[in-house]
Every structure is written in structure tokens, then in C-alpha cells.
């Protein structure tokens, strides 16, 4: 893999997030940024972290759709898991659960913003839950996406915050620059638990 240029921090708060998913505290982490700015770039850094550690790594990717198949989401994650599937989202949860218990998973979920919304409501109830091994990793495209109807549902309940006030709460690890809303920044990290009561400073 060709040498990162910058992005330091951002994989520092992506890889403490691999570590608190092995040690029983699932989180979440969003990689927003516009087209082009290297999402998937840093996302392919930390699933190499995740293989060093003998972490199990499952990938999905959300559909350029306004209407997502129900469980689009779930059922990559989750292909070859859950065949023969009689439609249980449930069945979907204590699967993803069950896979995460010995080492750890990391789900990655490249654009959320087309996500579908009951695959949505699983992962966020898993992480208000808070039980099980895993990060979920997200990459969102902003501005350039119109997003699912799934993810205007359901975007701010599972980030615990909208995306543009999250330094207004505890729900950021790590960040680089001013943040979506400056427009300047072309990458935004967060790292966190929906539910999360302990504030951790950015780093930057
Ligand atoms: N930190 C970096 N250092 C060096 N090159 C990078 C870095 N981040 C991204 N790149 C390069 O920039 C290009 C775009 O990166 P990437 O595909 O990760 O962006 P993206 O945000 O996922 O794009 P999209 O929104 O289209 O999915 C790639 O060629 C990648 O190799
Ligand atoms: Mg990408």
C-alpha cells in the first residue's frame, strides 16, 4: 500500500477504536469527507490493522439509490453468514454480535449515505446497546451525495448527534482541522460511542 501522506491522528483515533471494539467497547467511527479526499484510503489502512490483529474484517457498501433494498447493508456484512435469510433483522443482529465475540470485527460501511434505513436502525441499536466486539467504520460522502432516504431517518440517531454539531459533543476522538462546516477541512474522523458519557478531547 502506497505510504499515507498526513493522517496521523485520524488513524491514531481509528486504531484506538479497533482496540476499544476488541476489548468489549463497540463504537463507531465516520470518515465524512467530499469525493476524492481519501476515505476509502484511510478505511484500506485500518483494515490492515484490523488483519495484524487477527481481527475479523467484513465489509459493505451502501447502494446510489433514494431506496435501498431493506438489509442491503447487512447482508454483504453479513454474505455467506446468513444464507438461507427468512427476513429477521434480528436474526441479522445476533449474528453480527455473534461473529465479533472471540477477536473483534471490523464492519466497514462505505457509504453510509446510501445506506439502507433498517440496516441502519440494526447497527444502532447495537451500539446504543453497547454490547459485542466491534467498530463499525463508515465512510460518508459530503457534500456531493444526496443521500438514502434511509440516512435521513436514521444519519443522526446513529452518529448520537448530527454530524455538524458533533464538537459540540462528546462523541469526537479525533478530528482534524475545523470540520465540515468550515468547508475547509477535507476530512473529517469521528470515533465514538452514540452513548458514550466519557468526553475525550480531540486530538487536534
Ligand atoms: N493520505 C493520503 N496520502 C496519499 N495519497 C492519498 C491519501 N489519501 C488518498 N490518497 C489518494 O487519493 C486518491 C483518492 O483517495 P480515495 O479513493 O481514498 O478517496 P475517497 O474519499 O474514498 O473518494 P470517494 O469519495 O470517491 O469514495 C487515491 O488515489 C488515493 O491513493
Ligand atoms: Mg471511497
Known sequence: MARLIGRDSELAALSRGLTDARRG???????AGATGTGKSTLVSTLIADADNVAMRVRWASGLDSP????YWILRQVLAGDAEPWD??????A???TELGADSGILVVVEDIQWADEPSLGILAEL???????????A??????????AG???RGDELLGAPLLEQRRRPLCVGQAGPGLDGRRDPLLVVV????CAGVQQPDG
Not at 451500539?127 to 467504520?137: D, N
Open 25 to 31: 467497547r463497540s463504537g463507531l467511527a465516520v470518515c
Open 67 to 70: 431506496e435501498p433494498p431493506p
Open 87 to 92: 427476513g429477521d433483522g434480528g436474526e441479522l
Open 94 to 96: 445476533r449474528l453480527l
Open 127 to 137: 451500539l446504543r446497546a453497547g454490547t459485542g466486539r466491534f467498530l463499525v467504520c
Open 139 to 148: 465512510t460518508l460522502r459530503e457534500p456531493d451525495a444526496e443521500p438514502s
Open 151 to 153: 440516512w435521513l431517518a
Open 192 to 195: 465514538g460511542h452514540p452513548g
